[in-house]
T-cell receptor
Framework: DAKTTQPTSMDCAEGRAANLPCNHSTISGNEYVYWYRQIHSQGPQYIIH???NNETNEMASLIITEDRKSSTLILPHATLRDTAVYYCIVKGANNLFFGTGTRLTVIP | DTEVTQTPKHLVMGMTNKKSLKCEQH?????MYWYKQKAKKPPELMFVYSYEKLSINESVPSRFSPECPNSSLLNLHLHALQPEDSALYLCASSQYPQGGWGTEAFFGQGTRLTVV
């Protein structure tokens, strides 16, 4: 499975959009990009996933570059409850291996 | 029902004890996973069960023994653990085993294990 690189930490003002980047330059054609988040001491929570096209659901949007070497998770209106560690994962014919993640802190 | 239920939520055990962690899902998922998570680290994959058969063991010490009695249940039997095994143990399930494209995994809330 391809490895991912994420910033260690980010801050975002409450009510603003949070844009979390992820690099996955070695991704192969049949590997999906997944995003999970983990709020302190809880189990990881699925957010969104995609292959090539941009995706949107009730939680977030996922923007994948045309060459698929990077992606951005967008939380359109961050709230204090969005403070968590966000994991970008590339999943192929294998299982969910987590990278180090980005600790997002939403500031009032 | 999109829940993965883990019991107990907290467990304290001595190094000579035998205990078990339990995980249950009723989503009809055919893949189930055990992860170990140390403080401030990402979850690390331990075991994968596909269609109730062990398909992946990530070189986990034999003091951890997984069991999948049926498609809804996953156990992790613990024996002669060390203090460094203290961690959050997470169970997850997904619709398809490895090779299942585009499916998400659902995680339980974990069992926080302390070995004394």
């Amino acid at each position: 499975d391809a490895k991912t690189t994420q910033p260690t930490s980010m801050d975002c003002a409450e009510g603003r959009a949070a844009n979390l980047p992820c690099n996955h330059s070695t991704i192969s054609g049949n590997e999906y990009v997944y995003w999970y988040r983990q709020i302190h001491s809880q189990g990881p929570q699925y957010i969104i996933h995609g292959l090539k096209n941009n995706e949107t659901n009730e939680m977030a949007s996922l923007i994948i570059t045309e060459d698929r070497k990077s992606s951005t998770l967008i939380l359109p209106h961050a709230t204090l409850r969005d403070t968590a560690v966000y994991y970008c994962i590339v999943k192929g014919a294998n299982n969910l291996f987590f990278g180090t993640g980005t600790r997002l802190t939403v500031i009032p | 029902d999109t829940e993965v239920t883990q019991t107990p939520k907290h467990l304290v055990m001595g190094m000579t004890n035998k205990k078990s962690l339990k995980c249950e899902q009723h989503m009809g998922h055919r893949a189930m996973y055990w992860y170990k998570q140390k403080a401030k680290k990402p979850p690390e994959l331990m075991f994968v069960y596909s269609y109730e058969k062990l398909s992946i063991n990530e070189s986990v010490p034999s003091r951890f023994s997984p069991e999948c009695p049926n498609s809804s249940l996953l156990n992790l039997h613990l024996h002669a653990l060390q203090p460094e095994d203290s961690a959050l143990y997470l169970c997850a399930s997904s619709q398809y085993p490895q090779g299942g494209w585009g499916t998400e995994a659902f995680f339980g809330q974990g069992t926080r294990l302390t070995v004394v």
